[in-house]
């Protein structure tokens, strides 16, 4: 059976709060208790006071009803105030326990989930559960205590009254609960429509000069008349179930009422009841279509939180990464420099079964030696690089650095095997020497200058305000070459022997993109370099070059030997130069 995180930090908040949720059913069991006894003292007050004119005791019956009342208020604060408090703990340990999987969960999973999805677990799922304390099991149990105490108390007035209250019960529910789907449909609709419209509103505004130069304004004009109109119908919906909906209640709860005076006027005498009781009842009818209501409310917030609850779950129990080797560090991987054995052996992947991305690939590289693949777009490139650096772990076969697999690598060692530049530069909140050294304390300032110096950054940084510790706000301060020789520094600084390039010059112009190559030539002659190129005029200086074709190696071997036996490479060489000249 799949481990529950939600039943577990629940069930853990008890145990540490034993003292609070004792306290909890104790006030959850007064707040019942009392807002059953201003109905008693109003009957009290009117038989024995009112109706037969002894003021004796008014005043003090008068005090007690007003002493029920103000009881009721705290009971009811403190009820809330601890569900609240619980609520939070419980959402504090589920998310805790969410940050801590998500160290551990295999990358795989963040190839088929989007980032949104990943926090909207985190956000919205989290917080549906929340909701079903603070407005959901533990209010639907209140609220479910008060009816029956309601109907409790009024069957000892008469059992003829309290048939008529049973027989109510299910009507008022039924309508109540009619009019919330339809009202939370209306609603979700409106919200959907409202997200149409403004998204629209943004894209005419960003797209204003495109709209402009093609004449597209009429165009755009009516989808957008057209979202403001179903929009409207949606909140004209709205609007109708929220203005229908009370005055119906009001006349079902005044046409009980009106039953419960008649039967029990004299000249009927149906009911049999006292003048006190017949107030005590109305009050308590009144009282008892609040927690029908609620009740309403509170099965969606739990039938919302089941469904966060499950998507939490499944969350938790997501794959990890296993197999790491803790005791490996990365100076008895890699010893020398002059020994780098990288071996791709007979490896498949699949993200989806039936779905191979790479199929039987073998390939040995050797210390230092520079080696690009190319290939079409989607042929598993950037993923033989996640492969490649253990993110992601072969569906067959094995890669390996000297005999290690790369795969049982800890992650805390891997910074000091790979050094992976892409052609996105991540900004961090810190000073520039943080974007470089990502916060790790085990890298010096010495490191971080001199990588910075490398890339030949350091003219450039010494010129802002505080230098490396000048605060980085937003990206504004680097220019696009800047952020990728960033980028390098952040991979280098470690000193890492093998670098990976994955198609990092693709958004550059010429000169910026020279300047960028002329950098990793440098550091070619220290490390053993793996890129991805999608232009074959910016590899740098390769020793070997990989075709991938249909997840497949196609061909392999230097670029001279490929210019002479491998058409593709050929047309796709002559191609460019035809495009640059």
């Not at 589920?94 to 990358?107: G, W």
């Amino acid at each position: 059976m799949k481990d529950s995180l939600v039943n577990r930090s629940i069930v853990k908040v008890i145990k540490e709060n034993i003292k609070t949720n004792l306290l909890l059913v104790f006030v959850i069991i007064g707040a019942v208790l009392t807002s059953l006894i201003p109905p008693q003292v109003l009957k009290h007050i009117i038989d024995f006071n009112l109706v037969p004119k002894n003021n004796d005791k008014l005043l003090t019956s008068a005090f007690a009803y007003m002493a029920a009342i103000l009881f009721i208020g705290v009971f009811d604060f403190l009820k809330e105030a601890l569900i609240t408090i619980l609520g939070q703990k419980v959402t504090k340990e589920i998310r805790v326990e969410m940050a801590e999987k998500l160290e551990k969960i295999n990358a795989r999973f963040f190839s088929s989930n989007e980032s949104g999805v990943v926090v909207s677990r985190f956000t919205n799922d989290v917080d549906a559960i929340s909701s079903m304390f603070t407005s959901g099991i533990i209010g639907m149990v209140v609220d479910c205590f008060k009816i029956i105490g309601i109907v409790i108390s009024i069957w000892m007035f008469s059992a003829k009254l309290g048939v008529i209250v049973l027989i109510i019960l299910p009507i008022i529910y039924a309508i109540t609960r009619t009019f919330q789907k339809r009202m939370l449909k209306s609603q979700t609709e409106n919200r959907i429509l409202v997200g149409k419209v403004n998204n629209h509103i943004s894209e005419s505004f960003k797209n204003a000069q495109m709209i402009k130069s093609y004449s597209k304004e009429d165009y755009m004009e009516k989808k957008y008349v057209g979202y403001l109109m179903e929009n409207f119908k949606t909140i004209e919906k709205v609007n109708f179930y929220d203005s229908v909906f009370p005055p119906i209640i009001q006349i079902i709860r005044a046409s009980v009422i009106a039953v419960i005076v008649i039967l029990s006027h004299r000249q009927l005498n149906f009911l049999d009841i006292s003048v006190g009781m017949v107030a005590a009842t109305i009050e308590l009818i009144s009282n008892l279509f609040a927690p029908i209501e609620s009740l309403g409310m509170e099965l969606q917030s739990i039938q919302q939180a089941i469904s966060g609850i499950q998507r939490v779950n499944d969350f938790y129990n997501e794959p990890e990464d296993d197999c790491k080797n803790s005791e490996l560090k990365s100076d008895n991987i890699i010893p020398t420099r002059e020994k780098i054995d990288l071996s791709f052996n007979d490896i498949s992947f699949y993200y989806d079964e039936g779905t191979d991305i790479l199929k039987n690939i073998n390939i040995k590289i050797n210390s230092q030696e520079k080696v690009t693949f190319v290939g079409r777009t989607g042929v598993g490139k950037s993923t033989l690089f996640r492969l490649i650096m253990g993110l992601l772990k072969p569906t067959k076969g094995s890669i390996t650095i000297n005999g290690v697999d790369v795969y049982s690598i800890p992650n805390s060692e891997k910074r000091k095997v790979f050094g992976y530049v892409n052609q996105n530069f991540h900004m961090i909140k810190g000073t520039v020497a943080e974007q470089v050294s990502l916060r790790d304390k085990s890298i010096t300032r010495e490191q971080i200058e001199d990588a910075l110096n490398f890339v030949g950054l350091s003219d450039y940084v010494a010129t802002l305000e505080n230098g490396c510790d000048t605060e980085v706000t937003n990206g504004n301060i680097f220019s696009q070459g800047q952020k990728q020789l960033l980028a390098i520094a952040r991979a280098i600084v470690t000193n890492p022997p093998i670098l990976l390039l994955d198609e990092i010059t693709a958004n550059l112009d010429s000169i910026t993109e020279e300047k960028v190559v002329s950098v990793l030539k440098k550091a070619g002659e220290a490390h053993t370099i793996l890129s991805i190129s999608h232009r074959l005029s910016s590899m740098i200086n390769s020793d070997t070059v990989v075709i991938l074709e249909k997840g497949r190696v196609k061909n392999m071997g230097s670029p001279e030997m490929l210019l002479q036996n491998d058409e593709w490479y050929r047309s796709h060489v002559a191609l460019e130069k035809l495009t640059w000249s």
